[in-house]
């Protein structure tokens, strides 16, 4: 009996280590795990001079259109596998690392984009968010530092798409059954028709509306559980129903997508968003409101 109860203690606690990370990290979390031996801290800034200028110690420098570049398709796009594998190496990812990203000041949005490639290319269950970014990071009184980021040491990640961006043919087949739901990431006004220098205004024809801003707080933290749980329920409480969520070019919407993954949806991203469907008129549009 005791040999069976210490395997069992030996499982369970193997078990909980074995465990990912968790999605909303708090800056005492990532203070207490940022020397873990595969954790690398990922922080977006738009440009390398405000990432030199004020970061989190240890952190590397992620510019955002390194994982999402334009194009003439359309704005954010998936990195071609070679450009990621390049850039995830570069940044020292490794097929066992957990990354850990955090934004600065009203950046969630992009970094919610980020949060969602990292997980389309092979790393899903691996990311991880530092609720409120650097801001909540200097609130805890913890200490940041100047300069380039540290060295790295190559990682040997492989990049493979796990199909989290789907195309327009994916959101009508959706459209047409019962087991996905759409959802419209947008504020209500451009939701209900709002002019918003599309070639048509409104919403997908059968979207439900799940706006982004009502997610997160006055300090871009997510809100508690408890309330994002309140407006998933609003448009979804079957938790085995896939929501597809859009917006204008697919970068707001993946707010929507993190508190979904939060909360265990299963979650996708229309990545043509309506700066695609918009201008295909043989796509059904609708406006709540004339």
Not at 52 to 57: D, G, L
């Amino acid at each position: 009996m005791r040999y069976i109860l210490l395997v069992v203690a030996v499982a369970a606690s193997t078990a909980i280590y074995a465990q990912p990370n968790p999605i909303l990290v708090s800056p005492e979390w990532l203070q207490e795990h940022k020397q873990d031996k595969n954790l690398v801290i990922l922080q977006t800034n738009f440009l390398r001079l405000d990432f030199e200028t004020e970061h989190i110690p240890g952190a590397h420098f992620l510019w955002p259109d390194w994982l999402g570049a334009h194009s003439p398709e359309g704005n954010f796009n998936a990195p071609d596998l070679a450009s990621a594998r390049k850039t995830l190496q570069a940044l020292g990812i490794h097929q066992n690392t957990q990354v850990v990203l955090a934004y600065t000041r009203t950046d969630l949005t992009v970094t919610a984009r980020m949060f969602l490639t990292l997980e389309h290319l092979g790393l899903y269950g691996k990311v991880s968010l530092l609720n409120g970014g650097l801001e909540e990071w200097k609130r805890a009184g913890l200490p940041v530092e100047m300069g380039a980021s540290p060295v790295v040491v190559k990682g040997n990640f492989e990049p493979r798409y796990q199909q989290l961006l789907v195309d327009k043919n994916y959101v009508q087949k959706a459209l047409a059954g019962a087991d996905k739901l759409v959802v419209d990431a947008r504020l209500k006004r451009f939701y209900d028709g709002d002019v918003t220098g599309n070639p048509r205004d409104g919403h997908i024809t059968g979207a439900l509306n799940l706006p982004y801003p009502d997610l997160i707080d006055s300090t871009t933290k997510f809100k508690p559980v408890v309330q994002l749980t309140n407006y998933f329920n609003a448009v979804n409480k079957d938790k085995q129903k896939e929501m597809i969520g859009y917006c204008f070019i697919g970068q707001t919407a993946s707010v929507v997508y993190l508190a979904g993954r939060i909360l265990g949806y299963p979650m996708k991203i229309y990545d043509g968003s309506l700066q695609e469907w918009s201008r295909l008129p043989e796509l059904p549009m609708e406006k709540t409101r004339q």
